[in-house]
Antibody, heavy 120, light 107 residues
Framework: EVQLLESGERLVQTGGSLRLSCAASGFTFSNYAMSWVRQTPGKGLEWVSTISGSGATTFYADSVRGRFTISRDNSENTLSLRMNSLRADDTAVYYC?????????????WGQGTLVTVSS | EIVMTQSPATLSVSPGERVTLSCRASQSVSSNLAWYQQKPGQAPRLLIYGASTEATGLPARFSGSGSGTEFTLTISSLQSEDFAVYYCQQYNNWPQTFGQGTNLEIK
């Protein structure tokens, strides 16, 4: 069974930094791209970033490019999202998700999400 | 960026009814379209991918159709557990984009 477990709730000040982690199990981690998707409280879903199975290729939403960095450790089956220069509008529930295949595709499985609150 | 537009925003229906949710893309996404269901306090759940392929274990009352720019998700006979928010997502182009969602509520 695929399991994706994100790190717990986080509160950070405006302009601060944060690192989210997602521990994966139940599948061959390195064979699949992984993504981060966020959801503003009460609002819809926004794709944030995707990384290929090897980690060689990454994609970012314009809203986070240059501030967020996605990475993965295939030896530890862990996905990470380094978030810098955080703003109030980054406040959201962040989900990690397993993509359909090595390069990308639809999002087959989702973690339970972790709430990130950016406040002054 | 491809804009995904879902309609209606809210749909009030009774259990047992047949419903059709719509999703329109601002440009062709071929068949690279997925549908997700989200219940309050839960993560989204994949229902349909490739516009019409059911995810493993999906009840037969769910079906998807369409290609290019027009897509639909049909639930043939609504069950109580189907009341939720439904999102479409295109993964044909970067950035991947989601529709704003359709809230399916009990009439």
């Amino acid at each position: 069974e695929v399991q994706l477990l994100e790190s717990g709730e986080r509160l950070v000040q405006t302009g601060g930094s944060l690192r989210l982690s997602c521990a994966a199990s139940g599948f061959t981690f390195s064979n699949y791209a992984m993504s981060w998707v966020r959801q503003t409280p009460g609002k819809g879903l926004e794709w944030v970033s995707t990384i290929s199975g090897s980690g060689a290729t990454t994609f970012y939403a314009d809203s986070v490019r240059g501030r967020f960095t996605i990475s993965r450790d295939n030896s530890e089956n862990t996905l990470s999202l380094r978030m810098n220069s955080l703003r109030a509008d980054d406040t959201a529930v962040y989900y990690c998700a397993k993509c359909h295949h090595y390069g990308s595709g639809h999002l087959e499985s989702w973690g339970q999400g972790t709430l990130v609150t950016v406040s002054s | 960026e491809i804009v995904m537009t879902q309609s209606p925003a809210t749909l009030s229906v009774s259990p047992g009814e047949r419903v059709t949710l719509s999703c329109r893309a601002s440009q062709s996404v071929s068949s690279n379209l997925a549908w997700y269901q989200q219940k309050p306090g839960q993560a989204p759940r994949l229902l349909i991918y490739g516009a019409s392929t059911e995810a493993t274990g999906l009840p037969a009352r769910f079906s998807g159709s369409g290609s290019g720019t027009e897509f639909t998700l049909t639930i043939s006979s609504l069950q109580s557990e189907d009341f939720a928010v439904y999102y479409c997502q295109q993964y044909n182009n970067w950035p991947q984009t989601f529709g704003q969602g359709t809230n399916l509520e009990i009439k």
